[in-house]
Every structure is written in C-alpha cells, then in structure tokens.
C-alpha cells in the first residue's frame, strides 16, 4: 500500500519538485495550492514525468481551508503518513521599511500556516501511532539575514516550534524534521529580490546598504545557487530514511554556516559576516 503524502504550496519551485519526486519515491501525493487554477506547470511535469498527483486546494492561511483539505485526503485515502509543509512568503526590508501589517502577513504565512497544518494533521497521525512531519525552514531560520528582519523572525519561530515539538512526538510514533536550504534557483527568490521596501523617505538612511545587500546576494545566488529538484532530493532522504535526522541542512554552504553560529557562542563572527554584506 502507497504512503500519502500531503504537502504544501506546490504551484512552484520546491513543493513542486518534491511532489514530482516524492511520488517517483512511491508516494501518494496530495499536491496542495491556494490556487488551483495555477497547477499547470505541476501537472506538465507530472505527465513528463509518468506520475500521478491528487491536486487539492489548500490556504495555510484559513483554518476552514485546512480542515477541509484533511477531510478530504481522509476521505479518499483513510490515513496521512507525510506532511511536507512547504508553503511560505518573503518579505524584504528592513524592521522600519517593513509595516506590522506586512509583518503579521508573514508570520501568518511562514510560521501560523506551518502551525495551523501541522495541528490539523498531528492528531491524524498520533491515532495511527505513525508519520512524519517535515518542514522546510531555511538557514534564516537558523541566521538572522540583513534586510529579512520579518522573514527570519518567522523562520526562526519555525525552528522553535519544531525543535520543542519533536521529542514530545517521537513518543507519540511521529517524526519531526526542519529541513534548511540555503540559496535555491526559484520564483520564491526572484520575486522576494524584486520588491523594494516601503517608506521612501528612509531610502537615504537605507538604500546604499541595501543596494550593496542585493549585489551580494545576486553573487551568492549565481555561485551558490540550488535548484528545487537538489532540495526535493532532500526531502525524499528524509521522508524514507529508516531514522531520520532532526535536522536536514540542504548544501555545504549551509552546513558550513550553521557550523559558524554553533562554534561561536558570541555571535560576534556572524554579525561580522552579515554586516559585510552592507558595504
């Protein structure tokens, strides 16, 4: 019998990949959006790639949208055994270009969205005594990022949620997993890098700085660069390993600054780092 998989924000990049590889892996895959006018690309590369996907909708934002979209998978398939949460937002600026509208609209998204899924399908998978739940993060839920004050913030609650949660669900027969990719070749990145910061007055204060940011990240990003197929590779390890890992760093790069936060209890080696970025 077919593991189902239920994952998050498929219409691009990562979620899209990891239900193509996922099922590959020999998944049932649930491939959700909020949109699902916009699943196309989704199911070109499925039929490319000779599999199959329920596509269903799914707003991490809205509790009815989620409870609906548990119903349903239940309801044609009788059981969970994965969740993916995937679906997430940028949000460039820095804490006084960012408004708290824009603020909570992230939280909502990257942190409350990961809650609200996870808490629809824990009890699922806590009757079954089996399943696993993996989120992906991102090494700026682990590195506070110049000019991604409200992205890290809600990445970072991530990483605290997961991180408290996992030992409690281990006795429950659930595993826990954060997965954490650096730079990945995405829509996500170009239109996050594409949207200017608000308040225009404070672009004397901020934009050389900021200007200096982009280049650098345009660099690291055409240097470094991961591909969404590279982190669903990933998520497969993960989603079929007999024991996995709490954690899943997703390239070298990552490993090595992560490695640099874990060696440096002062954080002075970190700030000096980011702060490079801004000259």
């Given at each position: 019998?077919?593991?189902?998989?239920?994952?998050?924000?498929?219409?691009?990049?990562?979620?899209?990949?990891?239900?193509?590889?996922?099922?590959?892996?020999?998944?049932?895959?649930?491939?959700?959006?909020?949109?699902?006018?916009?699943?196309?690309?989704?199911?070109?590369?499925?039929?490319?790639?000779?599999?199959?996907?329920?596509?269903?909708?799914?707003?991490?934002?809205?509790?009815?949208?989620?409870?609906?979209?548990?119903?349903?998978?239940?309801?044609?398939?009788?059981?969970?055994?994965?969740?993916?949460?995937?679906?997430?937002?940028?949000?460039?600026?820095?804490?006084?270009?960012?408004?708290?509208?824009?603020?909570?609209?992230?939280?909502?998204?990257?942190?409350?969205?990961?809650?609200?899924?996870?808490?629809?399908?824990?009890p699922v998978m806590r009757?079954?005594?089996?399943?696993?739940?993996?989120?992906?993060?991102?090494?700026?839920?682990?590195?506070?990022?110049?000019?991604?004050?409200?992205?890290?913030?809600?990445?970072?609650?991530?990483?605290?949620?997961?991180?408290?949660?996992?030992?409690?669900?281990?006795?429950?027969?659930?595993?826990?997993?954060?997965?954490?990719?650096?730079?990945?070749?995405?829509?996500?990145?170009?239109?996050?890098?594409?949207?200017?910061?608000?308040?225009?007055?404070?672009?004397?204060?901020?934009?050389?700085?900021?200007?200096?940011?982009?280049?650098?990240?345009?660099?690291?990003?055409?240097?470094?660069?991961?591909?969404?197929?590279?982190?669903?590779?990933?998520?497969?390890?993960?989603?079929?390993a007999e024991t996995p890992?709490?954690?899943?760093?997703?390239?070298?790069?990552?490993?090595?600054?992560?490695?640099?936060?874990?060696?440096?209890?002062?954080?002075?080696?970190?700030?000096?780092?980011?702060?490079?970025r801004l000259t």
């Amino acid at each position: 019998m077919s593991r189902i998989a239920l994952i998050t924000g498929t219409s691009t990049g990562i979620g899209l990949s990891s239900a193509i590889h996922l099922a590959r892996a020999g998944f049932q895959v649930v491939a959700t959006q909020r949109n699902v006018a916009k699943a196309g690309p989704l199911q070109e590369r499925a039929r490319a790639e000779g599999v199959s996907l329920d596509i269903l909708p799914l707003d991490v934002e809205s509790d009815s949208s989620v409870q609906d979209c548990v119903r349903e998978v239940l309801g044609r398939h009788g059981r969970i055994d994965l969740l993916v949460n995937n679906a997430g937002a940028g949000q460039l600026g820095s804490m006084e270009q960012v408004s708290l509208e824009q603020v909570r609209q992230t939280m909502e998204v990257n942190f409350f969205g990961v809650w609200r899924v996870t808490r629809a399908v824990f009890p699922v998978m806590r009757e079954q005594r089996s399943g696993r739940i993996l989120t992906v993060t991102s090494v700026g839920g682990l590195l506070g990022h110049v000019f991604n004050d409200a992205y890290c913030a809600a990445k970072f609650a991530c990483e605290g949620f997961l991180e408290s949660l996992a030992p409690v669900a281990r006795q429950l027969g659930i595993q826990v997993v954060a997965i954490e990719p650096g730079a990945v070749k995405t829509e996500f990145v170009a239109n996050v890098l594409a949207r200017s910061p608000g308040h225009p007055e404070l672009a004397p204060v901020y934009q050389p700085m900021l200007e200096a940011y982009m280049a650098a990240a345009r660099e690291s990003y055409a240097q470094h660069t991961q591909t969404g197929d590279d982190v669903a590779k990933v998520i497969v390890e993960a989603a079929t390993a007999e024991t996995p890992h709490f954690r899943y760093v997703t390239s070298e790069l990552v490993r090595s600054l992560v490695s640099r936060k874990y060696t440096d209890p002062t954080g002075d080696s970190i700030l000096a780092m980011m702060g490079s970025r801004l000259t």
